[in-house]
Structure formats: C-alpha cells, structure tokens
C-alpha cells in the first residue's frame, strides 16, 4: 500500500542543553498511516511526537505536515496545530468546565464555530466514544479511561488531519486501557492518520501500518508489525523485545 505523505520529518535534530535526545530523525507518516513508536524510556520518543507539531522546538532540520513546511510560531503555527490532533499522557481536561464543554471549546475558539454546532458535534464525538450519557459531567467525576476519551473526542472535534498520542494509556488503570485502546483502534480502522507512542505492544501488533523502534535519540528500525516483532534487524530491538515479551 503507498499513502501519500501527511507528515514529513528530515534530519530532524534537537537537544536539551548538551543532551542530544533527537539525532538526524527522518521519518514519513503517509495519510492514512498509522505509526506505533515504541523504545525502551528516554529513548526519544516523546520529544518525536511532540515536535511534530512543535510543542518541542528542534535545533535543525524540517518538518513538513501536509506539503507545507511547519512555521516557527505565531498564528501561522497556531493554524497548523488545529490539523494535529494531541492526546497526552495526562489528560490535560478543564476541570472546571462540562466534558460537552471541554469538546466544544476548541471548536468555538479557534475554529469559529456556533455554540449550537459545537455542541452538536461534540455530543456525536461523545457517543462515538461510549460517553454521550457523561456530557454533563466534569472530569473528577469520570474514570481516568473515560477522561482519556474525552480528550480523544476533543482532539477529533477539530477535525485533525492526523492524530499525536504520546503514551495516552501509560497513566490508566490496566482495566481502563482498553477502553482507550479500543477508541483508537476504530480510528485506525476508519483511515485516520495517527502517530502513536504507547507501550502497548498487542496495539502495535494489531493497528500498526509501521513500527518505529528507537534507542536514545535514533530511529533503529521502521518496519511492518510483522516483520518487527517477528525477526527485528538491531540487537537493541532484540533486547528490547526480549525483555518486555516475555511476560
């Protein structure tokens, strides 16, 4: 299969005063893809998924989202960020606001719509997410699965051309994980674009189009599922598999 590219990283480098924790990345997540990068911590991952839409600046190199090169600030980027859709670790919810108002606000603010049609959308997002009957509720009131959720709806409330989870289940209870999971599988399923760093490894097997492993600030591998956890090409990949699939 051949996906046009959405996302387009080259010699991508970025520290954080002397450690180099992004070194020469280039990677190309195609529309449609979905992209599972796993690795052992402190390896680089999360700092790749986030400077995709730059919440982390890099030092050198470039980012291209959608044929158009990432500018550095301002509103310019600010639009650009309303396509990258981002799930966090933590879930990053207003806690003093409604979940209905939570998934509305964004598109309120920045994407200028009514109330009504806001609303409306959001309500479609919660029950696509198994929370429509939760929309009144505020976050303290919600699992952390259900919180997490929320924050997939509200993120795909902006209609995103591509989606960023940076480890969005390594904070839930392990009975809440597949709830999230399940959302996100049905998102790969239905075409969406989707960048994933989870630990998660049955979710890389099972959604991936590819799997990036990397190993302090180097992409090691970029494979088909199969083939990576299968026969992994690095020792490091073979270590790293070795210890977390033998449970």
Not at 1 to 27: A, S
Not at 90 to 100: E, R, S
Not at 161 to 174: I, N, Q, W
Request: with cysteine; glycine share 8%; hydrophobic share 40%.
């Amino acid at each position: 299969m051949v996906f046009d590219p959405l996302i387009e990283m080259r010699d991508v480098n970025k520290y954080f005063g002397e450690l180099h924790v992004l070194r020469d990345i280039n990677l190309t997540v195609g529309k449609g893809e979905v992209v599972v990068v796993i690795g052992p911590s402190g390896s680089g991952k999360s700092t790749l998924c986030r400077a995709i839409n730059r919440l982390e600046p890099i030092q050198s190199g470039t980012i291209v989202l959608d044929g158009q090169p990432l500018p550095e600030e301002g509103k310019a980027l600010a639009r650009v960020r309303a396509d990258v859709g981002m799930v966090f670790q933590a879930f990053n919810l207003f806690a003093h606001k409604t979940v209905l108002q939570n998934v509305s606000l964004g598109q309120i603010k920045v994407r200028g719509r009514r109330k009504e049609d806001a609303d409306q959308r959001s309500r479609r997002l919660l029950d696509r997410v198994g929370l429509a009957d939760q929309a009144g509720k505020y976050p303290a009131q919600l699992s952390g699965g259900q919180q997490q959720r929320v924050a997939i709806a509200r993120a795909l409330a902006m209609e995103p051309k591509a989606m960023l989870f940076d480890e969005p289940t390594s904070a839930l209870d392990p009975e809440m994980i597949n709830e999230v999971l399940e959302v996100m599988r049905q998102l790969a399923s239905e075409g969406m674009t989707m960048v994933v760093v989870t630990h998660e490894m049955g979710f890389a097997r099972g959604a991936a189009n590819r799997v990036v492993f990397m190993d302090e600030g180097r992409i090691l591998e970029d494979r088909g599922p199969d083939e990576f956890f299968t026969d992994p090409e690095s020792d490091r990949a073979k270590d790293f598999l070795s210890k977390i699939l033998r449970h």
